[in-house]
């Protein structure tokens, strides 16, 4: 139960972190991220998630933010989340989950390449990862990413190689 406590304050220092860098801790930070010349950018922003669930027991704070701030939000997910034969039934949850929180359904693409496979024993070529998150970059003109830090918050191993394929 320690862990659980111990897990949820690291993501809520997190998102807290993400967003104070979001605000700015002055006008002047904040229009350097947020404005060009007189006016706010609406940013294109790239999650980059290993699994269908990580949008909401992670990032959901974040995405909730961007949103409302009226950033344009992609979602990239690396698996189907198919490591227990529940693939069809969790990429139907992240598309209902982006609805919930304002997502289009066609800024949401969930890979099922059969090198990155869900699970704890599944390591993913970071290259791969880097060029099929390059590919995304570049179809939609991506200016920031948001994936998981280097221990991939949770320690799964799936969300540490999405962190080192962003690097």
């Known amino acids: 139960m320690a862990w659980i406590a111990l ?4 993501v809520v220092l997190w998102v807290a972190s993400l967003c104070k860098i979001l605000q700015g801790s002055s006008s002047a930070s904040k229009s350097t991220f947020l404005k060009e010349g007189g006016s706010t950018k609406r940013r294109n922003v790239l999650l980059v998630i290993a699994h269908p669930d990580d949008e909401s027991m992670f990032f959901a704070p ?3 933010y961007l949103v409302s701030e009226g950033h ?3 979602i990239l997910c ?11 039934i969790r990429k139907e949850e992240l598309y209902l989950a982006s609805a919930v929180l304002k997502i289009p359904t066609w800024q949401v693409y ?29 179809a939609n003109s991506i200016d920031l990413i948001i994936t998981f830090d280097e221990y991939g918050i949770s320690g799964h191993c799936n969300h540490r190689d999405v962190h080192q394929g962003v690097r």
């Open 78 to 88: 690396m698996s189907t989340g198919n490591a227990d034969g529940m693939g069809s």
């Open 110 to 138: 969930i890979l099922d390449h059969q090198d990155l496979q869900d699970g704890f024993g599944k390591v993913w070529d970071w290259n791969l990862l880097s060029s099929i998150i390059d590919k995304e970059i570049s």
């Open 72 to 74: 344009n939000l992609h």
């Open 7 to 10: 897990i949820l304050s690291v």
């Open 62 to 64: 974040v995405i909730n």
